[in-house]
C-alpha cells in the first residue's frame, strides 16, 4: 500500500463540477508539499496544482479561477475541488508529495518523490 491514495474521480458533462481527495499516510507530514498532475495517454504527466508546506497555493494557468487546491491537516487528506470543468480537463489525475527542503520548481514532476495511483477524469462535452 503507498503512501497516497486518490479518489473521487468520474465522467461528467462540461461545466460540471468534481471533487477529488488524496488520502495520505501518516508518513507525508503537514510540512511536506503536495500537488495534482493529470497525464492523458502520450502526453507527459503536467502539473494541475500545488501547495506548500506553508498553505501557498500555485496553478498551472489552465486552470486558474475554476480549480482550488487545499489541505485538511488533521484528516492529513489534499483536495482538488475543480469547476466549469472542460473536456481539456479529462485524464488520469495523481496526487503527489515531496519533503522538504524542496529546491526545485514546483511544476516539475520529477521533483516529487511520493505518487498515489491516479483517478480518472473524464469530461464529455
Known amino acids: 500500500q503507498g503512501e497516497l491514495a486518490e479518489s473521487g474521480g468520474g465522467s461528467v458533462q462540461a461545466g460540471g463540477s468534481l471533487r477529488l481527495s488524496c488520502a495520505a499516510s501518516?508518513?507525508?507530514?503537514?510540512?511536506?508539499?503536495m500537488g495534482w498532475f493529470r497525464q492523458v495517454p502520450g502526453m507527459s504527466r503536467e502539473v494541475v496544482a500545488v501547495i506548500e508546506g506553508d498553505g501557498s497555493t500555485n496553478y498551472a494557468d489552465s486552470v486558474k479561477d475554476r480549480f482550488t487546491i487545499s489541505k485538511d491537516n488533521a484528516k492529513n487528506t489534499l483536495y482538488l475541488q475543480m469547476n466549469s470543468l472542460k473536456p481539456e480537463d479529462t485524464g488520469m489525475y495523481y496526487c503527489?508529495?515531496?519533503?522538504?527542503?524542496?529546491?526545485?520548481?514546483?511544476?516539475?514532476?520529477?521533483?516529487?518523490?511520493?505518487w498515489g495511483q491516479g483517478t480518472q477524469v473524464t469530461v464529455s462535452s
Open positions: 501518516s508518513y507525508i507530514k503537514s510540512r511536506y508539499y
Open positions: 503527489a508529495a515531496e519533503a522538504p527542503p524542496f529546491g526545485g520548481s514546483w511544476w516539475d514532476q520529477y521533483e516529487y518523490h511520493y
